[in-house]
Structures are given as C-alpha cells and as structure tokens.
T-cell receptor, first 111, second 113 residues
Framework: DGGITQSPKYLFRKEGQNVTLSCEQN?????MYWYRQDPGQGLRLIYY???????QKGDIAEGYSVSREKKESFPLTVTSAQKNPTAFYLC??????????FGPGTRLTVT | ELKVEQNPLFLSMQEGKNYTIYCNYS?????LYWYRQDPGKSLESLFV?????AVKQEGRLMASLDTKARLSTLHITAAVHDLSATYFC?????????????FGKGTKLTVNP
C-alpha cells in the first residue's frame, strides 16, 4: 500500500526534552512538508523539503529542526526551544508543485 | 503575504438545508484546495481547483473558484448529519518549484437532525 505514515500517533514528553516525530512515505514524492495545527486553527507550515539534503523554513520554524537524508523520510525534531510545543503535527508529501497528501498525524503533549 | 479567510467559522444547520462556506484570499493564486477534517483525524482532500471558473461536485458538496474575485465557495446541498466536520480551504503559493499551502482557520459544520 502506498501512503504516508507518521509515528507515534500520540506522544507525551516532559518540558525541556527534545522529541523527534517520524514521517515516512512510499509514494516516491520529492517534496515533503511539516505542519502544526492548534485547536480551532488551520494548519501552519513549519518546514518543507523539495529534494534530499535540502529543506527550507516555513512560517513557524523557530524551535524545530528537520533532516532529509532519504527521499522517503522527513523527521521533525521539536526542541526545548519551542515555547508551546503541544499540538497536532501533520506531515505531507507531494510531487513538486502538485497536490499534497497528508499523513495521519501525531498528537504531541508536553507537560 | 498571502492571507486566507474563511467564513463562517462555525455553522449549525438542519438536515435538508442548503448553505455556502466562503474562502477569500489576499493575493493572486489559481490553486485552491478544500479539505475535510473529522475530530482527531488528518485532512481528507475534497476538491482541487486549479483555474478560474473551476467547478467541482461530489455528492452534496460543490466547490467553485473565482480567481478574479479571489474567492472560493463550498456549497452544501440538502445537508445530512454525516457532513458534520471541519472544512478547510487552502491556497497554493508556488515558491521555487514547491507549493506552500496557506490555510484558512476552518469552518466547523454541525448538521442537526
């Protein structure tokens, strides 16, 4: 089955700890994206990557980091510098310039 | 900076009624997407509108795009309870060969029996 997987579905962390969210796709898409959703809000772009070993900041990149070592994988690290990390995180992928397809999401709670 | 506004943000309607959700955006784009989100779930793609005057229909939902007015509408015909969800529009902003999506805040639709 082709698709996008995110793990884990739920993640709990203590304040001050870094945490890495996984995103994998087997759609052979070049572009991958990370979005954050807060309650009652739309999605906001954190980072995106068009090709392996290259990525760009989105609108709310502060406190986050990413890597793109493989075409299939685009992990997101939420660092302790992120002031309000509790949110629903969605990964997406696309053929460059075409419709984005979304993964199932990871709900991160930091206490 | 591209901004996207949806209205209404909350919509409560009775089964069998019709209604329209509006999506306005601030800068030129001819790429607009509608998504549905159920509570705790990811986004489900509903419509992709890629040109001025585009109209697409699926069941009780119909979406249209007017790029000159920078307006898209999602029309609901004879609503049923199963349509209860949050609906988002997103406008595509092509930069360096990649498309960045800018989302509206969503319209939470509740269809009452």
């Amino acid at each position: 089955d082709g698709g996008i997987t995110q793990s884990p579905k739920y993640l709990f962390r203590k304040e001050g700890q870094n945490v890495t969210l996984s995103c994998e796709q087997n759609l052979n898409h070049d572009a991958m994206y990370w979005y954050r959703q807060d309650p009652g809000q739309g999605l906001r772009l954190i980072y995106y990557s068009q090709i392996v070993n290259d990525f760009q900041k989105g609108d709310i990149a502060e406190g986050y980091s990413v890597s793109r070592e493989k075409k299939e994988s685009f992990p997101l690290t939420v660092t302790s510098a992120q002031k309000n990390p509790t949110a629903f995180y969605l990964c997406a992928s696309s053929i460059r310039g075409y419709e984005q397809y979304f993964g199932p999401g990871t709900r991160l709670t930091v206490t | 900076e591209l901004k996207v506004e949806q209205n209404p943000l909350f919509l409560s309607m009775q089964e069998g009624k019709n209604y329209t959700i509006y999506c306005n955006y601030s800068t030129t784009s001819d790429r607009l997407y509608w998504y549905r989100q159920d509570p705790g779930k990811s986004l489900e793609s509903l419509f992709v509108l890629l040109s001025n005057g585009a109209v697409k229909q699926e069941g009780r939902l119909m979406a249209s795009l007017d790029t000159k007015a920078r307006l898209s509408t999602l029309h609901i015909t004879a609503a049923v309870h199963d349509l209860s969800a949050t609906y988002f529009c997103a406008v595509g902003d092509i930069q360096g060969g990649s498309e960045k999506l800018v989302f509206g805040k969503g319209t939470k639709l509740t269809v009452n029996p």
